[in-house]
Every structure is written in structure tokens, then in C-alpha cells.
């Protein structure tokens, strides 16, 4: 069998590491086949595969040049099975695919410049689903909505588990370099971690207000956004000024894995209040060091974190400032989240997914 993987548009995320890890482990596993990887540029990770051909494709994604293009592309490598990790095929495409959902959050927030973006988007979405064979998510709600947003056939969608791509660290001693940190970042009280990244369903305004009832109610705590993503959201920006919040909101990136580890093993725990998420891929620093979590109780994350976690309504600030409260008076040292990780595998994944790429290859093609 010859299999191609799309991953021409990914970039140091956590999804794109997620499937990056995917497919090595399933190359690796299935060194009998031929494979064809397009990417944007050379990945070093498949260099050594004698297997695997990487195909370096510049077209930009949903360009008149890549759906006149990149289809003669595909097609001149003959591929049995193409597996698309976006929901957006080329649309004069028609070979036999599998198209991969992380999320549906770009169908439910407006995380376009325009109006008229999303309608394409959602326009080109449909007619992808409408040509896979398969389409893949990695749990219920997600399958749900693919049904009553797409009208997508229940056996036409298949789930696949999630793991985390990172590896798990071992615990040692404590972070010597913790007191140098807070000098350093000039945080002077105790603080929570936000490290969730950014986007309108992640709710960081909500958050922000909640600090500011906290301040005024209990002891200092300031709160810490970690990555430079969550430190160009103008609109954040400007809820902390208009609060009076600048001296104890601090935005820190650039970080060696030293500093990162010092920040969550310093810090009174971490709090996630997004209101849409398919995985807790943001929350795996904190899983890993055993820092105590704070999280909104979407059902998708309930289900992943149990009663490992305290938990929140983000849709109310009022229980959001309770359960701040309440989580900043329990002072939890550490947490043990093993059980998390031994759920949540890489090698399940691969088994499943190698079942349905076979499957796909199996089934008739249709006309």
C-alpha cells in the first residue's frame, strides 16, 4: 500500500507534534508500505525512513495555484489512501482520503478577519467532508457535531484517542532557580499560571475581571501569561489597563525549560477558563510537573481530567471568582496525574488508526 500524509501548513504546535509523532510511530510499525509526505519544507524527524519520500509543496493553503496544482500532484504519486490532517481538501481532488478534525472551534468562533472568510471556509469544509472516505475526530462531541453541523453520516465518522506528543519529564528536587524568577520577572506576590494560548473561545477577559474581585477581596495574587501568542491579544491588553491590573498581570515568553518548570513549580497553580476545547494538549505542563489545576468544566475536559481538577462554569463570572477563591484557600502542594497519562497513549491511537487506514484501502471506491 502507498499512503500520503498532508502536513504542508503545520507548524511548532501541539497538534502539528501530535501528528508528527503519529506518523513516525506508524511508519515505524508499518515499514512494509511506501509513503509520501507533503510538507511545506524538509522535516528532519522522516529524513532516515528509506520508505517515505517527503515532498516539498509551496503552494499557500486555499490558493487558486494549490487547487489547480497540488491535485495533479497527488495524483501523479498513485497513493491507495491520502490522509489530510485539515478539514480542507483541494477541491478537484478525488482519490481515496481520510480527512483528520482536531476541532470544530473555527465553525463556532469567529477567528477570521472578515465575515466572508468563514462562509468560504465553511463552504469549503462541506465539500471536503463530502469526498473522504473517512473523517476522523478523537471524541463524541465532536462526532455529534460533525453530524448535525454537516450532515455527515454516523459510519462515515470514526474517533480515534488522543495522546500527549511531549514526553514525560522525571520529578526531581526543587527547582533551585525559583526565587531568582520572581526577581527576575519582577513579580513580587504569590501568582497563578495561565498558559492555555489564544483565541476568543479561551475567555482570558472573563479571567481578568476575576482577578480584579479577588484583589479586592482576598490576599494579592497576581497572574502570569506565559507565550508571546497570549501577549499580542490587544483586547486582553486593554481589559488589564482599564482594570488598573498592569502591576500584576505579567506576560513572560522566550523561556528556557529551566525557567518554565521554576514558573509552574512556583506558582499557586493553573488555571484554564476556555470555553471550547477538543483536547487539554496546553494543560500537559501542568499534568506533567503536578501543579494543581483550576479548570472550566467543559464536558471534553471533565472527561480527560476527572476529579483530578477543580472546576469552574466560564460562562459565569460569579462562579469563576468562587471557585478562584476557593482554590487559592485549598494551597494544594502537588498532584499525581500518572493515571492521566496511561489513559491517554500513543500506542492506542495507532492501533486505531492503523485499522481504519486498512479499512479505507478495503473499501470500494466511490462513484
Not at 16 to 27: G, M, T, Y
Not at 135 to 149: A, D, G, I, M
Request: some cysteine.
Amino acid at each position: 500500500m502507498k499512503i500520503g500524509f498532508d502536513i504542508r501548513f503545520f507548524d511548532d504546535w501541539l497538534y502539528a507534534q501530535f501528528v508528527e509523532k503519529l506518523i513516525c510511530k506508524f511508519v515505524q510499525s508499518q515499514d512494509h508500505n511506501s509513503y509520501v509526505l507533503y510538507t511545506n519544507k524538509n522535516r528532519e524527524s522522516f529524513e532516515n525512513i528509506k520508505n517515505l519520500e517527503q515532498c516539498i509543496v509551496s503552494f499557500g493553503y486555499g490558493s487558486i495555484k494549490e487547487q489547480i496544482y497540488f491535485p495533479k500532484i497527488l495524483q501523479n504519486h498513485h497513493c491507495d489512501v491520502t490522509v489530510f490532517f485539515q478539514p480542507c481538501i483541494p477541491y478537484f481532488f478525488s482519490g481515496k482520503n481520510i480527512i483528520f478534525v482536531e476541532h470544530l472551534k473555527n465553525i463556532y468562533y469567529q477567528n477570521f478577519s472578515h465575515t466572508l472568510l468563514k462562509h468560504m471556509y465553511l463552504f469549503w469544509v462541506e465539500k471536503s467532508f463530502s469526498k473522504a472516505q473517512t473523517v476522523l475526530c478523537f471524541e463524541e462531541n465532536t462526532q455529534k457535531e460533525l453530524t448535525e453541523r454537516f450532515d455527515i453520516n454516523g459510519d462515515k465518522i470514526s474517533i480515534v484517542p488522543w495522546f500527549f506528543p511531549q514526553e514525560q519529564t522525571k520529578k526531581k528536587g526543587k527547582n533551585l532557580v525559583q526565587t531568582n524568577i520572581l526577581n527576575k520577572y519582577h513579580i513580587k506576590n504569590d501568582f497563578i499560571l495561565y498558559a492555555g494560548g489564544n483565541g476568543i473561545e479561551k475567555n482570558l477577559e472573563k479571567l481578568v475581571h476575576t482577578i480584579t474581585k479577588i484583589d479586592q477581596t482576598q490576599k494579592n495574587i497576581d497572574i502570569v501569561f506565559l507565550w508571546d501568542n497570549v501577549a499580542k491579544n490587544i483586547s486582553l491588553r486593554d481589559t488589564i489597563l482599564k482594570e488598573k491590573l498592569e502591576k500584576k498581570c505579567h506576560f513572560v515568553w522566550d523561556l528556557n525549560e529551566e525557567e518554565k518548570k521554576s514558573f509552574y513549580e512556583t506558582s499557586c497553580g493553573v488555571v484554564f477558563p476556555s470555553l471550547y476545547e477538543s483536547f487539554c494538549f496546553e494543560l500537559f505542563d501542568a499534568l506533567n510537573y503536578g501543579v494543581p489545576i483550576l479548570s472550566s468544566n467543559i464536558e471534553n475536559l471533565e472527561k480527560i481530567l476527572w476529579k483530578h481538577v477543580s472546576y469552574f462554569s466560564p460562562l459565569s463570572r460569579s462562579s469563576m471568582n468562587r471557585a478562584l477563591s476557593h482554590f487559592l484557600e485549598k494551597n494544594i502542594d502537588k498532584c499525581d496525574y500518572n493515571s492521566i497519562f496511561k489513559v491517554y497513549n500513543c500506542d492506542k491511537t495507532l492501533t486505531r488508526f492503523s485499522s481504519i487506514i486498512q479499512q479505507v484501502w478495503n473499501s470500494p471506491k466511490e462513484i
